[in-house]
């Protein structure tokens, strides 16, 4: 059987060549695999294609630990924001609690264990553990984008279908757990195949697919289209729609400066979500782009700098975890005064009054709040019918506010 690299779990794909055909350092990810050798005596012969000098291996080390300590206290922080903080338990931010317990998960239960495999191409946690590191980036990935998604189609009821009923704590949680259960069935082909192989010089962890080339090939496009092209797709026109409302025009003559403060409100709620969403496209672009380019030309795996060309792709997709705090804090007022306290012992950082009073709760009945946005569903409504009445003429035109 000639081996073929497939996508499925971050693990280096394990090729065997004979003797005259060198072997080079190959990749997977959710679903490498490795065939047995040609006969014993070609088994002795191959030495492993992992090894990098010592330099280039301690800035790879660098690299991945910088994401995996950024992504795990940056996440946990935000979890800490939203769950210690009642104004702070929208269903918005339900949904990125969600996202974040996703990102944190995956980078301290899987970024160290990918660069190691990735590097070494030795598999040191057993076969329990091969099987876990198959499965769980492909839910916890799942669970991410579907957050996002699940984020886009939020905002857009809340602007689009003010008047309509909107998500409650339960139903939110419910959704949450649907998108797991559905993140499970989708990866469980990866735990149910995993496996590994003690072989000489190496013990390798691999996904044993039942048709190696054509089922990992086919489990990876099928990834790809649920897990980045659909939810993408979703996202876009969802967003694209709020976009041309929330921007597409303005109403003529003055109105009051709630409106415009809730607008701006709004805008920014979109921005972020927009930027996050824009973020994990391009982390996760290059590696789909590697699976399906390697998947249909084999050759590419055999290349001598596949494996450096790997390594960079897991990084930049492992690096995904680590941007949303960043952005939060940077995008959302709230969050950053979440982030102030939480670093206020740093000499550089100031907790004003301001942003004591941002995460205080300042709200009747906070956990029925549907977003971060402050506008109700009735003064949306009555917003909406003003914006009508007035563009109609019905009220004298004034100086309009600027935008925020």
Not at 169 to 198: E, N
Not at 225 to 244: D, E, R, S
């Amino acid at each position: 059987m000639r081996p073929r690299c497939a996508p499925g779990s971050r693990a280096p794909c394990v090729a065997f060549q004979r003797r005259t055909a060198p072997h080079r350092s190959g990749a997977g990810a959710r679903a490498a695999m490795a065939s047995e050798p040609d006969g014993s005596d070609a088994a002795r012969n191959v030495s492993s294609p992992f090894v990098q000098p010592a330099w280039r291996v301690a800035l790879w080390s660098v690299a991945y630990g910088a994401v995996l300590a950024v992504a795990v206290f940056g996440n946990l922080v935000v979890m800490w924001i939203i769950l210690a903080h009642e104004r702070m338990r929208t269903v918005t931010n339900y949904f990125l609690l969600n996202l974040a317990f996703s990102d944190v998960s995956m980078a301290a239960l899987n970024t160290l264990v990918n660069f190691v495999y990735a590097a070494h191409g030795e598999w040191y946690f057993g076969e329990v553990y091969c099987r876990f590191h198959n499965f769980f980036p492909v839910t916890a990935v799942f669970s991410s984008i579907y957050s996002m998604t699940a984020i886009a189609m939020d905002r857009y009821m809340a602007i689009i279908h003010p008047l309509k009923p909107r998500l409650s704590a339960k139903a939110t949680l419910g959704v949450i757990v649907c998108i797991w259960s559905l993140a499970v069935i989708l990866a469980f082909p990866l735990c149910y195949f995993s496996t590994t192989r003690v072989l000489p010089r190496r013990t390798v962890c691999f996904v044993a697919w039942p048709r190696m080339v054509d089922d990992a090939f086919m489990y990876h496009i099928i990834v790809t289209v649920l897990v980045y092209v659909l939810p993408l797709l979703v996202m876009a026109i969802t967003y694209t729609v709020v976009g041309v409302t929330l921007w597409g025009g303005e109403i003529p003559g003055d109105s009051s400066d709630n409106y415009h403060r809730q607008l701006r409100a709004k805008r920014k709620v979109v921005k972020m979500m927009i930027v996050v969403v824009v973020t994990f496209a391009l982390c996760w672009l290059p590696y789909h782009v590697y699976f399906i380019v390697t998947g249909l030309d084999q050759r590419l795996s055999r290349w001598r700098y596949i494996q450096q060309v790997y390594l960079s792709v897991l990084w930049l997709a492992m690096s995904s975890t680590m941007y949303n705090p960043i952005i939060y804090c940077c995008l959302n007022s709230r969050f950053r005064a979440g982030f102030k306290q939480v670093f206020c012992w740093c000499p550089f950082v100031r907790v004003s009054s301001y942003d004591e009073l941002e995460l205080q709760n300042r709200r009747l009945r906070p956990g029925h709040q549907s977003s971060m946005c402050t506008l109700s569903r009735v003064e949306t409504s009555i917003l909406s019918k003003d914006k009508s009445t007035r563009s109609r003429g019905h009220r004298p035109a004034q100086n309009s506010e600027p935008n925020g």
